[in-house]
């Protein structure tokens, strides 16, 4: 009994000594500079982010990372090549993490806080529990596109950002103004929040969305909402208004423009649509309305 | 907030004095008789996010819990088969608000904690002076906050305030007198109403304790196993048994938080089962399953929807390729499972550990949660073949549902007693055994 307590308590001491996060140590800084030019960022775990244009003192790829000196050795910022090709380019993603493991030895009560500076940005992968992910103004990544949205159809060289948020609890805040604005959010609760300027805005919230899609300060001449989800999603736009609804989430509309259009689905009218899922009408209500401040 | 924490501790220690102080001598009789111990303890862990998500509320903070039980000393066989374990209930308490990082958004999402839970703790290794054990409660918690999806959508671990409430511990106690014990132990407690009520993905925390454990009379020697007189029917009386087992249990889900709906409305689920036991030891069983699964609330999943003529999926032909919408009805959701099983008995209380396939055998089964369950069972023997029991289907730590119900056990002897020439029925069994 005794020698299998002897064990025990040996094991334990050892793994203690092992291990130096019992505090994250003093703040420190690290600089690091990519020269891939990438197109695309995923956001990861809890680095809090502060995307900026890159000038003449900081070239794009410059990264800052402030964390405490036992984190930050953890903590990566890594290139990596994607299967996507948009025109004749090969797009390269900015990987960010967080890989420090065994958290729970030391305090919670600490940030890690990172710039990066960028030159075209094409999307925006947020899988983060960061509490503040800003953005300078993106203007969206130039590339050829066939727009095929129902009877609305054109191709265009247009400048694109497209924003997917899968998982994570984080809240992120995005500037833009570029021509098409597309935000998926496919799992997670984190809160978004667009503004700026678009052309076409697109949202559409799946199954497991359960966070706030805000683009009230989003202002766009057409907005497409498509909700899956059980979440509020709020959508501001000059002319029109498509929205679908196929669950209990709510869609808060603001209207820019003061005229009010009916939807009359057999003569394809554009207006402002207050469209539902016609086989769960039932079950979801009238949950597309407009928004009262 | 150190005041609050001296509060609970105060308050604690003054009900175990109470429950010293206060007692007459026919009290002390009924102390002494069942060797009954109080038990106070302050636990420190953290909160343990099995979901991404729910790492935003990372945060160390108390707990604390009290405990009433008995220290069994052999007055049942099965008591000194499992090393004379600790039995009876825990008042659990913990406010997740109260951490120690000054992260608000814990305590205003999570809110705090009440559980009550009756629980039994094995001795593993050691004697009555120094012995590591492992504890093992089920019971009720409430959760003063759950997931609203507009008011607090980022606790999307809990959909109910009413929760079932599960610890598991590993202890190390050490005796100081004769009538107290110092307790340490590490332990995970669990909150989870099994899907219910989605969503529900369970809030976990990991914590330490110290705590001390008090004899309100002095203990009992601890006896012998004697011989037993009698068995009964589900207890193992050397010989080799195999049993059928028919369970039906009814289960109870909203989905409206996921999926929508009458957030009123609960969907049935209904489980018909099927156990094939050969008992091995004396307190060991193990076999296979077979069961459906009638699940209600299928008819909510994405590209599923319900009007007055019935059900209607929408699927892709696997002979056209193209999709097209199917109208069926509701058996053709039923699902059909096989497993392995494992069963545990001390006296009439069973724990029966399922490991299964969900077998797709038509076009419209439902395996979007995965096509391998868990499953856990409490049964409690009401008569001698009819049992009571609940049980719990996971598909790897994710609740899918939970139900109650009754089942029938058809008991079936295929040992021939060679030394005495003969076979010969056990005592205590029933007539219909006789034909062996």
């Known amino acids: 009994m005794k020698k299998a307590l002897a064990a025990v308590l040996l094991a334990c001491i050892s793994v203690i000594c092992s291990c130096n996060k019992f505090t994250i140590g003093n703040e420190t800084v690290a600089v690091q500079d990519i020269t891939v030019p990438f197109q695309v960022i995923e956001f990861h775990d809890d680095v809090n982010v502060r995307l900026l244009h890159c000038d003449a003192n900081h070239p794009a790829g410059h990264i800052q990372i402030k964390a405490g000196e036992h984190l930050i050795n953890d903590i990566s910022a890594e290139i990596q090549k994607t299967n996507e090709i948009v025109g004749h380019d090969t797009l390269y993603k900015l990987i960010i993490q967080n890989n420090n493991s065994g958290n729970f030895l030391h305090t919670y009560d600490y940030s890690i806080e990172m710039t990066v500076y960028y030159d075209t940005l094409y999307s925006l992968v947020f899988n983060s529990n960061a509490k503040n992910i800003v953005t300078d103004t993106l203007r969206g990544f130039y590339y050829p596109t066939h727009f095929t949205q129902d009877t ?51 949202t559409f919230a799946d199954y497991d969305c359960h966070g706030i899609i805000d683009s009230r300060e989003l202002e766009s001449h057409i907005h497409y909402v498509t909700s899956y989800g059980t979440n509020t999603i709020y959508a501001k736009t000059f002319s029109l208004l498509k929205a679908s609804n196929y669950n209990i989430g709510r869609i808060y509309y603001v209207k820019y423009d003061k005229k009010t259009y009916d939807y009359i689905p057999d003569e394809g009218d554009w207006g402002w649509i207050t469209h539902h899922c016609p086989e769960k009408k039932e079950l979801i209500g009238d949950n597309i309305k407009p928004l009262v401040e | 907030m150190k005041k609050t924490i001296r509060v609970h501790i105060i308050s604690l220690l003054s009900v175990l004095l109470l429950c010293c102080l206060k007692a007459n001598g026919q009290d002390y009789a009924w102390l002494s008789n069942n060797n009954i111990m109080v038990e106070a303890r302050a ?76 629980f039994i703790n094995y001795p593993l290794i050691g004697n009555e002076s120094s012995q590591f054990t492992l504890k093992f409660g089920v019971g009720l918690g409430y959760l003063t906050k759950c997931f609203d999806n507009f008011t607090n959508y980022q606790n999307f671990s809990i959909g109910s305030h009413l929760n079932a409430a599960v610890n598991l511990s590993f202890e190390y106690r050490q005796q100081v007198s004769s009538r107290l014990k110092t307790v340490a132990s590490v332990g995970l407690t669990h909150f989870s109403n099994g899907s219910t009520k989605l969503p529900n993905y369970g809030l976990n925390t990991f914590s330490a304790a110290f705590g001390l454990a008090y004899f309100l009379r002095s203990p009992r020697i601890n006896l012998t196993p004697t011989k037993r007189p009698e068995y009964k029917p589900f207890e193992f009386d050397k010989k080799k048994w195999f049993s059928v087992d028919l369970n039906y249990g009814i289960g109870f889900k909203n989905v409206s938080q996921t999926l929508g709906g009458d957030t009123t409305h609960y969907y ?47 699927k892709e032909d696997p002979e056209t390729g193209k999709e097209r919408v199917y109208d069926i009805n509701a058996l053709q959701m039923t699902k059909l499972n096989f497993s392995l099983c494992y069963a545990m008995t001390m006296n009439r209380l069973s724990y029966y550990f399922e490991f299964g396939w969900h077998l797709k055998y038509n076009l419209f089964t439902d395996l979007s949660k995965g096509n391998i369950f868990q499953k856990v069972s409490f049964r409690y023997q009401v008569y001698d073949d009819i049992y009571a029991h609940l ?9 899918d549902y939970l139900c109650f119900g009754l089942g029938y056990r058809f008991n079936q002897k295929y040992y021939i007693n060679h030394e005495k020439g003969t076979r010969r029925r056990p005592p205590g069994m029933h007539k219909r055994y006789l034909f062996l």
């Open chain 2, 391 to 399: 049980s719990l289907m996971t598909h790897f730590g994710r609740a």
């Open chain 2, 268 to 314: 049935s689920v209904h489980d018909f089962s099927t156990l094939l036991l050969a008992q091995f030891t004396q307190h060991s069983r193990a076999g296979i399953g077979l069961s459906f699964v009638l699940d209600l609330s299928d008819q909510t999943l994405p590209d599923h929807f319900v009007d007055n003529e019935g059900i209607h999926v929408k």
């Open chain 2, 43 to 118: 636990h420190y862990g953290f909160f343990w996010h099995h979901h991404f998500e729910m790492a935003r509320f990372n945060a160390h903070y108390p707990a604390f819990e009290f405990s009433v039980y008995q220290n069994t000393f052999g007055k049942r066989e099965w008591e000194a088969n499992y090393n004379y374990p600790y039995i009876g209930a825990t008042f659990y308490h913990a406010n997740f608000g109260l951490n120690f990082e000054g992260n608000h958004e814990v305590g205003k999402a999570l809110g705090s904690v009440f559980a009550i839970y009756p």
């Open chain 1, 152 to 202: 609305l159809e054109w191709d265009s060289l247009a400048p694109n950002l497209l924003i997917e948020l899968d998982g994570g609890s984080g809240d992120f805040n995005v500037l833009t103004n570029c021509y098409r604005v597309t935000t998926k959010f496919l799992h997670g609760t984190s809160c978004i929040t667009t503004k700026g300027s678009a052309t076409i805005a697109s």
